[in-house]
């Protein structure tokens, strides 16, 4: 049995997923907080959060990293813990510093922390040779402004330092860029209190598919699990409207995307201690890096996986935070695809009708979730903003993406926002 540090967390899927998968492993945790609150409200009504069942429960400033190293170092000779791990990307970096001071197992603070950042990790790629967009960072608007007019538009503007989509645009134009500065600008602390930075990093705008290679790196060996598309909308925003794993690809196209994903795992140093979630674009110029994410990728990714291989990537997220090879043997699941789409809403309002009546009953779904009436409704601008989701498998081949679009296309005609 081993004792797990969970240090914050997202409190979507993953912080389900994996008190379930430390518990089903037959180990225990601490939890470690600055908001018991921020968890305590994201429970449906009259349930007690899985965080919430943690032998101990500690409320300390984790955004201050100095001050969390002290407290985690005045807590291991009390408590003992095995290894430390978090699913919230902002709380990466600190925890791979928090492992690093306390000798326990995981990746190198300084690749947590260059993968965490995504101008830094275009420069670690550019470094290594690695294909990615051409890029430039800057701060001032004049330096944006020139390195735009460099590039050439159109261009993708992205935050270094958020997640979900949060502020990546599409501009066209110069007007559109300086509306995303300044947005950006107006938003300078993250959901959870941190500072962030100022920089804003310009990317050219590629073609083609996008895909993720999701991986477990063990002992220095990085295992690659498999491949999952991804179907984006909402321009000039970029959000995740839906997932199948695997990927309808052929081998040439999923060799391709394998290939640059352990091109950047090795290159940034991500190759001990950590499940990565890879993101490539397929491009008519080859495939190029768009990012890389040192935890299990969310959106319910690992549960497709789990769907169609029986591999746990929760599990082998606790296992490698442990120092324990991860069980990545497959197992017939009787699936061949499982897909996930997104119920997204483009207006702003009150949700007053959304009919799911039959859907978890519907052949083939795995899962179906949608909001209540009454709910505030926001217009999507990133992968925050989703009134539910439905989930489908399909035993013969790559058809659940289909399935899951004709069961979410039936749920938008009888949806009403108003």
């Given at each position: 049995?081993?004792?797990l540090l969970?240090?914050?967390s997202?409190?979507?899927?993953?912080?389900?997923?994996?008190?379930?998968a430390i518990?089903?492993?037959?180990?225990?945790?601490t939890f470690l907080?600055?908001?018991l609150h921020h968890?305590l409200?994201?429970?449906?009504?009259g349930?007690?959060h899985?965080?919430?069942?943690a032998?101990n429960?500690i409320?300390a400033d984790?955004?201050?990293?100095?001050?969390l190293l002290?407290e985690v170092?005045r807590?291991?000779?009390?408590?003992?813990?095995?290894g430390v791990?978090t699913?919230?990307?902002?709380?990466?970096p600190?925890?791979?510093r928090v492992?690093?001071?306390?000798?326990?197992?995981?990746?190198g603070?300084?690749?947590?922390a260059n993968a965490?950042?995504?101008d830094?990790?275009?420069?670690?790629?550019?470094a290594?040779?690695?294909?990615?967009?051409?890029?430039?960072?800057?701060?001032?608007w004049?330096?944006l402004?020139?390195?735009a007019?460099?590039?050439?538009y159109?261009?993708?503007?992205?935050?270094?330092?958020?997640?979900?989509?949060?502020?990546?645009?599409?501009?066209d134009?110069?007007?559109?860029?300086?509306?995303?500065?300044r947005?950006?600008?107006?938003y300078?602390?993250?959901?959870r209190?941190q500072?962030?930075a100022?920089?804003?990093?310009l990317?050219e705008?590629?073609?083609?598919?996008?895909?993720s290679?999701?991986?477990?790196?063990h002992?220095?060996a990085v295992?690659i699990v498999?491949?999952?598309d991804?179907?984006?909308g909402?321009?000039p925003?970029?959000?995740?409207t839906?997932?199948?794993?695997?990927?309808a690809?052929?081998?040439?196209?999923?060799?391709a995307a394998e290939?640059?994903?352990?091109?950047a795992?090795?290159a940034l140093?991500?190759?001990?201690?950590?499940?990565?979630?890879t993101?490539i674009?397929?491009?008519?110029a080859?495939?190029?890096?768009?990012e890389?994410?040192p935890?299990?990728?969310?959106n319910?990714i690992t549960e497709?996986v789990r769907?169609?291989?029986?591999?746990d990537?929760?599990a082998?997220?606790?296992?490698v935070?442990l120092?324990?090879?991860p069980?990545?043997?497959?197992?017939?699941?009787?699936?061949?695809?499982?897909?996930i789409g997104?119920?997204?809403?483009h207006?702003?309002?009150?949700l007053?009708?959304l009919?799911?009546a039959?859907l978890?009953a519907a052949?083939g779904?795995?899962?179906a979730h949608?909001?209540?009436p009454g709910?505030?409704?926001t217009a999507a601008?990133?992968n925050?903003e989703?009134?539910g989701?439905?989930?489908?498998?399909?035993?013969?081949g790559p058809g659940a993406?289909?399935?899951?679009?004709?069961?979410?296309?039936a749920?938008r005609a009888g949806?009403v926002?108003?």
């Amino acid at each position: 049995m081993g004792h797990l540090l969970v240090v914050e967390s997202w409190v979507g899927s993953m912080s389900r997923l994996l008190p379930r998968a430390i518990r089903e492993g037959g180990h225990h945790f601490t939890f470690l907080t600055r908001d018991l609150h921020h968890y305590l409200r994201s429970a449906p009504e009259g349930t007690a959060h899985p965080l919430l069942g943690a032998r101990n429960i500690i409320t300390a400033d984790t955004n201050d990293t100095e001050a969390l190293l002290l407290e985690v170092e005045r807590l291991h000779p009390l408590l003992g813990f095995d290894g430390v791990l978090t699913s919230c990307d902002y709380y990466l970096p600190a925890v791979a510093r928090v492992a690093g001071r306390l000798g326990l197992p995981g990746p190198g603070p300084e690749a947590v922390a260059n993968a965490c950042r995504k101008d830094a990790t275009r420069r670690v790629l550019a470094a290594a040779g690695l294909p990615q967009p051409r890029f430039a960072v800057h701060e001032a608007w004049a330096d944006l402004a020139r390195a735009a007019r460099e590039i050439g538009y159109p261009l993708v503007v992205k935050p270094v330092d958020l997640c979900a989509g949060m502020y990546v645009r599409r501009v066209d134009d110069e007007a559109e860029l300086a509306a995303a500065w300044r947005a950006l600008a107006g938003y300078p602390v993250n959901a959870r209190g941190q500072r962030r930075a100022p920089v804003v990093l310009l990317e050219e705008l590629l073609d083609g598919p996008e895909v993720s290679v999701e991986t477990v790196s063990h002992a220095g060996a990085v295992h690659i699990v498999g491949v999952t598309d991804k179907s984006v909308g909402g321009a000039p925003a970029f959000i995740e409207t839906g997932h199948m794993f695997p990927a309808a690809l052929g081998p040439a196209g999923t060799e391709a995307a394998e290939r640059t994903a352990l091109g950047a795992l090795k290159a940034l140093g991500l190759t001990d201690g950590v499940v990565a979630h890879t993101e490539i674009k397929l491009t008519s110029a080859g495939p190029r890096v768009v990012e890389v994410n040192p935890r299990p990728a969310g959106n319910r990714i690992t549960e497709l996986v789990r769907h169609v291989t029986g591999i746990d990537l929760a599990a082998a997220f606790v296992d490698v935070a442990l120092g324990r090879t991860p069980d990545l043997r497959r197992t017939d699941t009787g699936l061949r695809s499982a897909a996930i789409g997104f119920l997204v809403p483009h207006t702003a309002g009150t949700l007053e009708a959304l009919d799911g009546a039959g859907l978890a009953a519907a052949p083939g779904v795995l899962e179906a979730h949608l909001a209540e009436p009454g709910r505030p409704v926001t217009a999507a601008g990133s992968n925050n903003e989703y009134l539910g989701h439905v989930m489908a498998g399909d035993a013969e081949g790559p058809g659940a993406r289909d399935r899951v679009e004709a069961l979410l296309t039936a749920v938008r005609a009888g949806m009403v926002i108003r």
